[in-house]
């Protein structure tokens, strides 16, 4: 098994930058299908980005093109690069870890919470107008 803890989160004005890691202990996330989810108050958790094979990486329409999502097998870390922050990121951010690939990445879908067996315990992205 593999224990994730997220950092990075914070407050910035919209069309600011946050980068969000997220470190595992444990296994290697190198061999996990890992991916952001993010939790606005009142809503469903939602699919962000998500890498698998250490290369094929998935976005949600909503962040592609301003959000990149990366892994850095050496320091056992998952990172997300997040530009153009916009008030609609705001959100509690998780990462997560499957030990399989989930099949909607398969079609560069972005996959339900359901599909990851392992979570961290989330970092708050608040965007302010």
């Known amino acids: 098994q593999v224990h994730l803890a997220e950092s990075g989160g914070g407050s910035v004005q919209a069309g600011g930058s946050l980068r969000l890691s997220c470190v595992g202990s444990?296994?290697?996330?190198?061999?996990?299908?890992m991916g952001w989810f993010r939790q606005a108050p009142g809503k469903e958790r939602l699919g962000v980005a998500f890498?698998?094979?250490?290369?094929?990486?998935v976005y949600a329409d909503s962040v592609k093109g301003r959000f990149t999502i990366s892994q850095d097998n050496a320091k056992n870390t998952l990172y997300l690069e997040m530009n153009s922050l916009k008030p609609e990121d705001t959100a509690m951010y998780y990462c997560?870890?499957?030990?399989?690939?989930?099949?909607?990445?398969?079609?560069?879908?972005?996959?339900?919470?359901?599909?990851?067996?392992?979570w961290g315990q989330g970092t708050q992205v608040t965007v302010s107008p």
């Open positions: 444990g296994n290697s996330v190198s061999t996990y299908s």
């Open positions: 890498i698998y094979g250490g290369k094929f990486k």
């Open positions: 997560a870890a499957s030990p399989s690939v989930p099949i909607a990445l398969w079609s560069d879908n972005t996959p339900d919470e359901t599909d990851f067996l392992y």
